[in-house]
């Protein structure tokens, strides 16, 4: 385990840009370290590391890694965590995951971790146990953790035809007062993606929900 993740570093290391670091961090406000490696290159790393230790790769072993690689400050390291997570436990979920997936979510918080657990961990979990959807969502929409709240809006984003609208309203509705960005905007973003399977019934909900501007706005993109 701890070869796996010490060659990863390694590889980061020696692929750091310190000049791309400042403006990545830049643009995470300052909240992470990085080593200044740009997604196509760091897909590539995971990759290869991966081809080297694969037959290592038990689902324990990715839920420790990713434990551990969550514990450092750099951010492409968080990153590659959770896409160990999506690329091996997709469709292999185990019901108990859920506290994990939660954990994921709000630990080293923002919007670009928590979208990626939403749309492609949280979501495809739901999709393996439809049965926690109404018992997941209630409780993440219910909690005083914003990216929770955040995750509930967006975790149908992939689901197109298979999106549940009725839910989808109803968790939008139990927010649609906040006044936190990032919820206004998962609002919006959420019921813009439906809008692309059904605009008239987007159309409807927004038309009569009393929404925020920015949530509006977000939702009537792709409606003409």
């Given amino acids: 385990?701890?070869?796996?993740?010490?060659?990863?570093?390694?590889?980061?290391?020696?692929?750091?840009?310190?000049?791309?670091?400042?403006?990545?961090?830049?643009?995470?406000?300052?909240?992470?370290?990085?080593?200044?490696?740009?997604?196509?290159?760091?897909?590539?790393?995971?990759?290869?590391?991966?081809?080297?230790?694969?037959?290592?790769?038990?689902?324990?072993?990715?839920?420790?890694?990713?434990?551990?690689?969550?514990?450092?400050?750099?951010r492409e390291l968080h990153y590659c965590a959770i896409e160990l997570i999506d690329r091996f436990l997709k469709k292999k979920y185990e019901l108990t995951d859920i506290d994990f997936i939660q954990k994921l979510i709000i630990t080293n918080s923002w919007w670009d971790s928590v979208d990626f657990i939403a749309k492609h961990i949280l979501g495809n979990?739901?999709?393996?146990?439809?049965?926690?959807?109404?018992?997941?969502?209630?409780?993440?929409?219910?909690?005083?953790?914003?990216?929770?709240?955040?995750?509930?809006?967006?975790?149908?984003?992939g689901y197109k035809e298979k999106t549940d609208s009725k839910l989808l309203f109803s968790l939008c509705d139990n927010h649609k007062y906040s006044n936190e960005f990032f919820i206004k905007k998962a609002i919006g973003w959420a019921l813009r993606e439906y809008s692309k399977v059904n605009p008239e019934e987007v159309?409807?909900?927004?038309?009569?929900?009393?929404?925020?501007?920015?949530?509006?706005?977000e939702a009537l993109k792709r409606i003409k």
């Fill in 1 to 74: 385990m701890m070869n796996f993740i010490s060659e990863l570093i390694l590889k980061f290391e020696n692929n750091a840009d310190a000049d791309t670091a400042f403006a990545m961090e830049k643009y995470l406000k300052n909240i992470f370290k990085l080593y200044g490696v740009k997604a196509p290159i760091r897909k590539a790393i995971l990759k290869e590391t991966i081809t080297s230790f694969k037959t290592e790769l038990t689902r324990k072993k990715v839920i420790e890694i990713t434990e551990i690689l969550y514990q450092k400050p750099q």
């Fill in 125 to 157: 979990y739901l999709l393996q146990f439809p049965n926690q959807v109404a018992i997941v969502t209630s409780q993440f929409s219910s909690s005083k953790n914003m990216w929770l709240n955040r995750s509930a809006i967006l975790f149908q984003l």
């Fill in 203 to 217: 159309l409807q909900f927004v038309s009569t929900a009393g929404l925020k501007p920015l949530s509006n706005k």
